[in-house]
């Protein structure tokens, strides 16, 4: 064999193994890569998993509150009870003011007192009513639009995650 032609392949060695030198680096580089993706991996999994935890707590959270909205309509309909049955009542007592009125005619004025006591406390429980229905209007409006806020949260925070 001549020298050039063993020099030419020595060269051709030298460039081979610069190759594989490079080649190695190369997949150095690639398995840092993947090294740093499985960890990125691992702490997206691991995000996922507490975003998923906190999705399980605010469904949980809201099931209650809706439990509370349930609870707080079943008052309201037994407070709405209560307030017909006193207005039932008032309406009942108005009558006999009326019967009482036409017996003693001749006690006009003590009849009109006694009206005008028990008008008072008809407006008063009116008063209440009123102030109890509304009262209720804002605890319902407040648990609703906190309730539209978390649904709200909710859909934002899943549709972030997907």
Do not use: M, Y
């Given at each position: 064999m001549?020298?050039?032609s063993l020099d030419d392949l020595r060269y051709e060695l030298e460039l081979?193994?610069?190759e594989i030198d490079e080649l190695n680096m190369e997949l150095q580089d690639k398995n840092e890569q993947i090294n740093k993706l499985k960890l990125y991996s691992t702490k997206l999994k691991y995000e996922k998993k507490n975003l998923e935890d906190k999705l399980?707590?605010?469904i949980d959270y809201d099931k209650a509150r809706i439990n509370e909205?349930?609870?707080?309509?079943?008052?309201?309909?037994?407070?709405?009870?209560?307030?017909?049955?006193k207005h039932d009542q008032v309406k009942y007592l108005r009558s006999l003011i009326d019967d009482y009125k036409e017996q003693l005619s001749k006690?006009?004025?003590n009849l009109e007192l006694q009206l005008k006591k028990i008008t008072k406390s008809y407006e008063d429980l009116l008063a209440q009513k009123d102030s109890i229905i509304q009262k209720q209007d804002e605890q319902i409006a407040n648990?609703?639009?906190?309730?539209?806020?978390?649904?709200?949260e909710i859909i934002?925070?899943?549709t972030k995650t997907n």
């Open positions: 001549s020298k050039e081979k193994n610069a399980d707590t605010k909205l349930d609870d707080l309509q079943e008052k309201i309909r037994e407070k709405e009870a209560i307030i017909e049955d006690n006009t004025e648990l609703t639009k906190a309730n539209e806020e978390i649904v709200k934002d925070k899943f």
